[in-house]
């Protein structure tokens, strides 16, 4: 170990404080991002947001990049909490999919901060040969393969047109889903509501049976 190392308390060791004190970094994290956007948004501007000094979050965290994984990860598992017992009570694959897109974009409506940040992530971090963030990219790719596996079980199921692709109309839906961050990144007023639910009929009409 070098002189002056910090050397962080594994999580199953962590106090109260210091679990505390993480998510009070990582909530600021976010917000900065948000705000700033991610290439201005240094550990000294988190740092300042919360009135700490530098120190404290390097105490916490690594860098930026640790940093970072958190933020995704706060995020990934405040969405899975939000839409996932939404779409297990949804009845029917009608209701799963309506109940998709609405709670997807009613997600981003009510943690904008968090879908904003997410959002700048997504589009300024890169990984080895220019590849997405890696967590970011998994995030993407489940949340499409979950879309596509909705449309093909209940297609399977007699409750959706046969006469669509699964693959087609899942990269669609996810399409207009994640344009909703860009959209609200520069329009604080975007009514994720009334998107959400005009979205959710047009593919209801574009997926039912005649």
Known sequence: MRSGQVVKPPAETRTFTETARRAQIIAAAIDTIADLGYPQASLARIAERIGVSKGVISYHFAGKEELVQEVIADVIAKAVAYVG???????????KLRTAIESNIAFMGEYRAHVIAFFEIAVNTRGSGGAPDPAVARMLQGSGASMREL???????????????????????????DSVPRRMAVDPGFDTGRFGRELADLFDVATRLA
């Open 151 to 177: 449309l093909a079980s209940y297609q399977a199921a007699g409750e959706f047109r046969a006469d669509f692709d699964p693959q087609v109309m899942a990269a669609a839906i996810r399409a207009a889903i």
């Open 85 to 95: 017992p939404r779409m297990e009570a949804a009845p029917t694959g009608r209701g």
